[in-house]
């Protein structure tokens, strides 16, 4: 399989309702979903050379700056990590 990716994430909250972007070295991506108590839900969909493709991401907050989930799509369940960016 493929190792790690770096994407960096733009995220924007309103109430409970999530928005943002996803970057990577493939291009960028909109994201839209939830944040409810600690839980972060939200999904992408992009075109896949022939089709659309969905992925779903949900995770917890370990503390203000950290998140770690997983990644569900056509090729299963992938860990991730998030960690903000100072800025």
Do not use: C, H, Y
């Amino acid at each position: 399989g493929q190792g790690p990716m770096d994407i960096a994430a733009a995220m924007k909250l309103d109430g409970k309702k999530l928005t943002g972007m996803l970057s990577s070295q493939m291009g960028d991506v909109a994201l839209e979903g939830e944040f409810a108590d600690g839980k972060v839900t939200f999904g992408i969909s992009f075109d896949a050379g022939g089709g659309a493709m969905s992925i779903t991401f949900v995770g917890t907050m370990k503390d203000a700056d950290n998140m770690t989930g997983t990644m569900s799509g056509p090729m299963g369940e992938v860990p991730w990590v998030a960690k903000r960016v100072k800025g």
